[in-house]
């Protein structure tokens, strides 16, 4: 997956109308400096927060990006491009600078997540991906906290790779996932690029397979006497306990400890209450119960609430697609073009201009109190500037923080986002301010386009 | 994207129990013959057909699997499996065959997509890549077809690529709503690996990249005289509108047509019959009115219904996630195990067992009337079976057929669904009954497993 960089296997993963505005742009002569702002315009319904992820791609890509011969070649077929602006793609580099949340960091809507300075060619190209590995990271990192967060001390593992939306889809859910605090993922190939610890049990086709269910179960707790967690839905929950229980008997007999049991169907509270009773009447008071099947945070708090007795969850399909709100409101919009800040004033869809920066009160508990975007030179008194320059003249100012490092860091900053904005339902807003500053430049500019563009006075 | 097998690449691109299943059947010698079915168990809402897509990718897989000395080395790594094993699936390719309904099929719940025979080994450790990549394109390609049907004669443009979950759903995309009527892209790697063609206007940052909105549409009109889609919402349609008029006039009076432009805001409907109005009143009806911002078929059923007056639409996110139905409740199952017919019982989950055919009856137009699933080897008169070979042996049997015969045949096929099948919302169920000589087979089945499993009689 990795011999050829990012940048490279991607350079064409764009809109075409990234390319025509750039031969445009090269027609025109226009070279200067642009900013680009990210951020998302609304939360989902029942969001009142986001979880950062995905900038390492991001970095990654902006550090490789270039066009081979075969791009060029492709491009040119169109009939689109002019041979001036083909050769001007050919040397084309990401030279500019890049101002960013940490992956793992809390932000709110209208935020920038990162900033893009650079010639505009260069900003403008690569629009897409970086909207695409944003967006669809931050979703899920921001999905699955709202799974982490109820299910409290219980370990959750991704699931989902079956039903993601593509291959890159299942590697980057299990990479968010664990970033926002499961403990690991089914997907062996992202253990393998990530380094992410991987988990597995058994399907209902191993157990099918073999004449008998007990069959089975024997078969795999010989096989692996220290990882083996049982499937018993297979054909009845109860009655697959019961042999579990049998296997599990035997495994003592041996020195050897049954590691759980697996309920993949019907009502899981209920099931699990049984499960457990019977598993503590046979004196098995240490073997697990993982549940799976169509788990996410509002299937975790029913069963929970209904005394559901689980130690872990497989979470799925709803995860690995944030099933409830399956995409964000997210825009990369230009906000300064040379010493000019821009805007649009397209119905409902208002940006704030010019390069910015944004500032975090917190309270005497250290928790989140509120929030200012203001302009990038701004200081504001007892606050912390949360966006940092990671990229200048296209190379990285300091390593990417490894996975590990930024899921230590999303613990740290979740555990200072105040409780009432974590509800699973109807969350209120958390306070974001615009600063005078920024206010008073956004009106200027809003003005100036009315008379200039508009005609009105 | 191509330099390596897809196969190859792959391999690890699994759920881990697949691996410990299959080390498990190793250490068992279980090398008999299986056969697995794939099928989608229920409709999500307003849904009553699927398209098949996503096929040719998993026979690319199936010919190319193989596990790297560097996978393997992962795999040693994680400690789970012995050498003996691992020595095994440094040799393994798959050897087994597929019978498969062709991609641009029109097919309904319960009836098998694709069955895979071949040794349990092989056959199991390629669930997980195989329920992902028809899962993705068939959801795609089925909520695709949607706007396609609904958007009658006017074209639609994938436009979804920045907000799609991953790179690989982005290309997906791409290919599954081309395959589903879309005249093309955004998305120009698409267009360059599979040959689709591609289409762009501009963005809001050329716009504001230029100190009036008038010499932004001069500069694009002057560089891309064919091909020039002015964005006229940036700061007010109808404003925008005039001026596209005056540039439109400009080319004219060069001997060059404007070719349209782009809405992306506001209320379609009024806007599009105003700007119509405008563009007639000046003689210029040659310019095309395209839309974008949120359609889905949803979206353009009220947009036309209200009189919206658009000549193409650009379909985006909500396309490209499927939003409304984000996955299917897909499954890939065991049916039989050497000689034996299998099944699980897990609540409301059963399966239907044995290899089989799914048979079709057109009526006198030659329209869809009804089908019948059935065991493979069953003939059924006067019905057409849709399952077939495509590979024997880890082999293909035929070329797969290139994407743009695929998409006619997706016509024809869509064009013989009866229109009320095709309803956007509550559309009735498909007839698909079982064939008797199943639903015997189904019974007995389920009757021994009570028998031997459940203890019942």
Chains 1, 2 share one sequence.
Not at 32 to 59: C, H, K, M, N, W
Request: proline share 4%; net charge negative; glycine share 6%.
């Amino acid at each position: 997956m990795r011999h050829q960089p990012l940048g490279e296997r991607l350079a064409l993963f764009s809109d075409l109308y990234e390319l025509t505005m750039a031969a445009s742009y090269f027609e025109a002569e226009k070279f200067e400096e642009a900013t680009f702002s990210l951020f998302i315009r609304q939360y989902p319904s029942d969001r009142a927060y986001f979880v950062a992820a995905g900038l390492e791609e991001v970095l990654r890509y902006l550090e490789t990006i270039r066009f081979s011969e075969a791009d060029l070649a492709y491009l040119e077929s169109t009939g689109l491009f002019k041979p001036r602006f083909l050769d001007y793609l050919k040397d084309l580099r990401f030279t500019g600078e890049v101002y960013a949340l940490p992956e793992g960091s809390i932000f709110f809507k209208d935020e920038p997540i990162l900033e893009v300075t650079g010639p505009i060619i260069e900003a403008q190209l690569v629009e897409t991906f970086i909207i695409n590995a944003i967006n669809f990271q931050t979703l899920i990192a921001t999905k699955a906290s709202r799974s982490s967060h109820i299910a409290g001390p219980r370990r959750l593992v991704d699931f989902s790779m079956r039903r993601t939306q593509g291959v890159d889809a299942g590697l980057k859910v299990a990479r968010a996932s664990y970033l926002a605090g499961f403990i690991g993922t089914s997907n062996v190939l992202a253990g393998k690029l990530y380094e992410i610890p991987i988990y597995g049990t058994m399907a209902h086709s191993y157990i099918t397979s073999f004449e008998h269910e007990l069959d089975a179960f024997r078969a795999f707790a010989r096989d692996f006497p220290k990882n083996t967690i049982l499937l018993i839905d297979t054909y009845d929950n109860i009655v697959g306990a019961k042999k579990a229980i049998q296997v599990a008997q035997e495994m003592a007999a041996r020195g050897e400890k049954l590691r759980g049991v697996r309920l993949d169907s019907g009502d899981m509270a209920a099931i699990s209450i049984a499960v457990r009773r019977l598993f503590q009447e046979a004196g098995l008071d240490y073997v697990q119960i993982f549940a799976s099947g169509g788990f996410d945070e509002f299937k975790i708090a029913r069963v929970l609430e209904a005394g559901g007795q689980i130690d872990a969850f497989g979470v799925g399909t709803k995860m690995g697609v944030s099933a409830d709100a399956p995409y964000f409101d997210i825009a990369y919009k230009l906000v300064k073009y040379g010493t000019r800040p821009v805007m649009k004033l397209s119905t409902g869809k208002v940006t704030l201009v010019d390069k910015k920066q944004v500032f975090r009160r917190f309270d005497d508990q250290g928790q989140m109190q509120e929030d200012t975007i203001a302009l990038r030179d701004e200081t504001i008194a007892e606050a912390t500037p949360l966006l940092s320059k990671v990229m200048e003249k296209g190379q990285l100012i300091r390593p990417v923080p490894s996975l590990k490092d930024s899921r230590e860091f999303f613990l740290q900053e979740f555990a200072r986002l105040p409780e009432k904005f974590k509800v699973l339902h109807q969350p209120p807003p958390y306070p974001v301010n615009i600063s005078p500053a920024l206010q008073e430049l956004e009106g200027r500019v809003e003005h100036e386009i009315q008379v200039t563009e508009l005609g009105q006075v």
